[in-house]
């Protein structure tokens, strides 16, 4: 099997701006990361987490750090670039990892952050509505 580098793209917004509201977005994007793409921390190369002006209560590196096999990923956390009107309490991620070739890559937007990249969000929210039916 071939294996190269593959960069896989996310984001999601906290409606406040607490370590709890922090937390619980971030778990849920990476948990949804996670479940949508194939692969092992063991597998990450780097992650550079960003986030706009309005979110400083805690860093989203050490949140992913606290996750089972993140602890030895090289992470970053950087604020985004201001740009006056767009989203506001996002958290972005951008993954390097090794991945098969042949791997499909789910890119993953959550919250408000849907609206960044509707052409990658929409087919995910698709996908996890019937995953969830198929449960029921």
């Known amino acids: 099997m071939d294996w ?13 701006n607490t370590v709890e509201t922090i ?12 479940n949508r793409n194939q692969f ?6 780097s992650v550079t987490f960003s986030v706009t002006r309005d979110l400083d209560a805690v860093f989203p590196a050490a949140i992913a ?3 089972p096999g993140w602890d030895n990923v090289a992470m970053l956390d ?10 506001q309490r996002c958290i972005r991620f ?8 042949s791997a499909s890559i789910h890119h993953i937007y959550l919250r408000n952050a849907a609206s960044l990249r509707p052409d990658w969000s929409l087919p995910q929210i698709q996908a996890s509505q019937q995953a969830v039916k198929s449960k029921v």
């Open 4 to 16: 190269q580098m593959r960069a896989i793209r996310g984001a999601t917004t906290a409606s406040e």
């Open 23 to 34: 937390q619980e977005v971030v778990t849920e994007l990476l948990n949804e990361l996670e």
């Open 40 to 45: 092992q921390p063991k597998d990450i190369i």
């Open 65 to 67: 750090r606290a996750r």
């Open 78 to 87: 950087v604020q985004q670039m201001h740009v006056e009107g767009s989203l």
């Open 94 to 101: 951008l993954i390097h990892a090794y991945l098969p070739a």
